[in-house]
């Protein structure tokens, strides 16, 4: 099994920067497709952006491109989101998701964190 910790989230103005984390453990991380997705308050879960095993291939979605950034550390064990320009409806909590086969849609990862709380005041 794989389990993933999401940490870096936190009240910032508009046009701010954040830095999300995400540590994994578990044998089979190495193997996992990843992604962000984010939830704000009385939303569906969204697709935010996703990356292959190599950490070389990268999708998002069309509300965060120019600003989002998905990358993998060198060992694979950490999945960063890096945001900038923030906008208020950036506001969510932000989720890291894993699965061997995990594209765009939450129903195709098996591997949930907890999340971390993204506010971006205006």
């Known amino acids: 099994q794989v389990q993933l910790v999401e940490s870096g989230g936190g009240l910032v103005q508009a046009g701010g920067s954040l830095r999300l984390s995400c540590a994994a453990s578990g044998r089979t991380f190495s193997a996992n497709r990843m992604g962000w997705f984010r939830q704000a308050p009385g939303k569906e879960r969204e697709f935010v952006a996703a990356?292959?095993?190599?950490?070389?291939?990268?999708r998002y979605a069309d509300s965060v491109k120019g600003r989002f950034f998905i990358s993998r550390g060198s060992a694979k064990n950490t999945l960063y989101l890096q945001i900038n320009s923030l906008k208020p409806e950036d506001t969510a909590i932000y989720y890291c998701a894993a699965d061997p086969l995990g594209g765009v849609r939450v129903s195709e990862y098996a591997y949930w964190g907890q999340g971390t709380q993204v506010t971006v005041s205006s």
């Open positions: 990356i292959g095993w190599s950490g070389e291939i990268t």
